[in-house]
């Protein structure tokens, strides 16, 4: 090991240990769902190429030990003494990058399916979005049977008030401030590790919200809510906008005019393309501005609206139950050809790369959920990095929005993110170069996740398979007149 490695090495640890005193210190723990199953013997990853997601530099040669469920040791390969018993893989010719984060998905009672697909794709962790409460039991009650499932962080049920009664099963419909108030407790009494806000009619309720999480000293994400302002949100403290919603009305000159609509969320869409027009490139520099120094991160889910787009459902829905197969397909046929959503999703586009070339920091999410066409859990999320560099992000960037930048949301760098000495071992292990062509990241060799090493073959066999359902051997009924469809998100918002 050269000197200047071996300080590297030094300040690493001297790091994690003071951060690990740091957090022991002052009782910060969360309430997250881990995996509980490790590997009993060291596990030794030979000859590998370690791909540093800060910089980008590719470190060949290394040999990396896991003990337990931790890295606890990377050096160069003729510079290791080997542990006795352990478990050796071969990683010649490989990459290793840190377990991939999808931070939008819900998981709902469809855990049994998502848990295999999320790690087979090396996605060893997720940020549930809202989810109907008991399902949170279900989820607990597989792992701890030991099912193998990737860490989970849940906000318990999404907190919401939407139009009319509509009534879902994850989310709590709330009418007051003091029913909002409630939701927070019911949420933190599940062990949510934060809040997911929505939209309500007054922002009188939001900030009930945001009171009472104080309370409880849980964070709040979700939608950018309406008729709350950005900037208003920024200085409540909500640390994630869902969608980018709201985002073309807060940097158009005409930002009061919008949010003071009373249609806004029926016309959602409409709005947002409206406002788009009046856009105002010194109010957007001062937004992004305030969202870089406050660490707001935002979640664009580009995937989520390209699929509703798509006219035919996705080849890969092989691993997609088929009452859900034919429930997209009834969607994709009886959506009448959306010019709105395809206007939106090119203004989005082009918001990204202005958000992202303003440094504005982003999270790859997808809304993986069975019943959004065409989501997949997992996969959808490497489709949502594709997207990201297809809109300017360099493929390190897209990289940083499931490693690094998911770490530093949640406040552990200090064990996630990046494949450093010290960190959790999750972990995946690439065939060819991500930062070479991101599409790479679907190419696993194996994937390692709290220490356990699980080979690509392995993993297939846990995950089920279907027939595709063929789009013709669905029939769709005409709807009756002026009913509206249950789960449309075309002119208004969904419920997720
Ligand atoms: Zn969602």
Same mark, same amino acid.
């Given at each position: ?125 997720? %940020? ?21 499932? #990737? ?65 409880? %000293? ?16 920024? %200085? ?84 997609? #139950? ?14 009448? #050809? ?67 930048? #998911? ?90």
């Amino acid at each position: 090991m050269t000197i200047k490695a071996f300080h590297k090495k030094l300040t690493l640890i001297i790091a994690f240990v003071l951060c690990a005193g740091l957090f022991g210190a002052v009782g910060m723990t969360h309430a997250s769902i881990e995996p509980t199953a490790t590997n009993k013997v060291p596990l030794v990853l030979q000859d590998a190429t370690v791909v540093d997601v800060r910089t980008g530099e590719l470190i060949e040669d290394q040999t990396i030990i896991v003990t337990g469920n931790r890295i606890s040791y990377i050096g160069d390969n003729d510079e290791v003494t080997l542990p006795k018993h352990a478990q050796v893989r071969n990683a010649s010719g490989q990459y290793v990058i840190p377990g991939l984060w999808d931070m939008h998905v819900h998981l709902d009672h469809d855990h049994e399916h998502a848990f295999p697909l999320l790690l087979g794709n090396g996605v060893t962790g997720v %940020r549930d979005m809202g989810a109907p409460l008991n399902d949170i039991d279900k989820w607990k009650n597989v792992i701890k049977k030991g099912m193998s499932a #990737p860490r989970i962080i849940y906000a318990g049920s999404t907190i919401f008030q939407f139009k009319g009664n509509l009534e879902a099963p994850h989310v709590i419909n709330v009418k007051s401030e003091k029913e909002a108030r409630e939701a927070v407790r019911t949420n933190a009494s599940k062990g949510a590790d934060f809040l997911k806000v929505y939209s309500y009619k007054t922002p009188a309720i939001y900030a009930a919200i945001v009171d009472e999480a104080k309370k409880y %000293r849980l964070p709040i994400a979700g939608h950018l809510p309406m008729p709350v302002r950005a900037i208003d949100a920024v %200085r409540a403290g909500q640390k994630s906008i869902e969608h980018m919603y709201g985002l073309f009305i807060a940097t158009s000159s005409k930002e009061a005019e919008f949010l003071g609509k009373a249609d806004y969320e029926d016309r959602y869409y409409e709005y947002e393309i409206l406002a788009e027009k009046h856009y105002d490139p010194k109010r957007a520099e001062r937004l992004f501005n305030i969202f870089v120094q406050n660490e707001v991160y935002q979640v664009p889910m580009l995937i989520t609206e390209k699929n509703e787009l798509k006219s035919k459902i996705d080849s890969r829905a092989i691993y997609v #139950p088929t009452a859900f197969q034919k429930a997209w397909i009834k969607m994709i046929k009886g959506a009448e #050809p959306d010019k709105m959503t395809a206007d939106y999703v090119k203004i989005k586009d082009g918001m990204v790369k202005k958000m992202n070339d303003a440094g504005v920091p982003i999270l790859a999410g997808t809304d993986s959920d069975f019943e959004l066409t065409n989501l997949i859990y997992g996969v959808s999320l490497h489709d949502e990095l594709q997207l990201l560099v297809e809109n300017g992000l360099s493929p390190l960037q897209a990289l940083q929005t499931a490693t690094l930048n #998911p770490a530093k949301y949640m406040e552990r760098v200090y064990e996630l993110g990046t494949v450093e000495e010290g960190k959790l071992a999750d972990l995946v292990l690439l065939k060819a170069n991500p930062l070479e062509d991101i599409r790479n990241t679907t190419r696993i060799s194996a994937v390692i996740y709290n220490g356990k090493l699980i080979e690509k073959k392995e993993l297939e066999k846990s995950i089920k398979t279907y027939e595709l359902v063929k789009m013709e051997d669905v029939k769709v009924e005409p709807s009756p007149p002026h009913k509206p469809k249950s789960s449309s998100h075309h002119h208004g918002l969904h419920s997720h």
